[in-house]
């Protein structure tokens, strides 16, 4: 089939179009050519040619509209006037929180700082909803280093956004002693609720 197609387009095709050029080269296409030609040159001339001399004339007015111009396409779609957002943001689906100790700080501190963070994630859940609100908390240490995720249920189903309970969670933990750092983040995405995994 290939072969046949290239063998009909090397050489039956051009032979067709050239011989079609020849039989009527005043066909009724080739006069629909000229007419719409001679009617495009004149709106060239009598039309656009005038608003070229015009607009090069009145540079400086020109080149205004022009940024006016640009300036509002660009607006149009920060204003929230089109009706759609282009990049929604996702409210992620977990919360976390991670603490960093001094270098060789003891494994009873490392794990007492660990279950103050689940112990108040948990208080929370269990205030706003409990399963409704959380699926699971996973508290993780390495070496001086503690994380613990809350994985929330849908934004449908969970009475609070993620920023809310990362906010709680920041309040109802406070400042913790001997920390160096405390980060709490909402912004950490994660796995969906049906893969979060429970708290040791």
């Given amino acids: 089939m290939f072969i046949v197609s290239l063998f ?26 000229q007419r719409f030609s001679k009617k495009f040159l004149a709106w060239v001339d009598k039309r656009y040619s005038p608003i070229v001399h015009l607009a090069v004339r009145f540079r ?20 929230g006037r089109m009706g759609f957002e282009l990049f929604p943001t996702v409210e992620s689906d977990r919360s976390e929180v991670r603490a960093v100790l001094p270098l060789g700080s003891p494994q009873n501190r490392v794990e007492a700082v660990a279950n103050q963070l689940t112990r108040t994630a948990q208080e929370i859940v269990a205030k706003h909803g409990g399963e409704q609100l959380s699926t699971g908390i996973y508290t993780s240490i390495n070496e001086n280093t503690v994380s613990v995720r809350t994985y929330l249920t849908d934004p449908d189903i969970r009475p609070l956004q993620t920023s809310e ?9 406070g400042s913790i002693a001997g920390v160096d750092s405390m980060r709490f983040a909402a912004d950490s995405g994660g796995p969906a609720p049906d893969q979060a995994l429970p708290s040791n």
Avoid: C, K, M
């Fill in 8 to 33: 009909e387009a090397i050489f039956v095709l051009p032979a067709h179009l050239a011989h079609s050029r020849a039989a009527n080269p005043d066909g009724r296409f080739h006069q629909w050519q």
């Fill in 60 to 79: 400086y007015v020109s080149l205004a509209i022009g940024v006016a111009l640009l300036v509002l396409v660009l607006a149009w779609p920060v204003s």
């Fill in 165 to 173: 309970f990362t906010d709680l969670w920041r309040q109802r933990t």
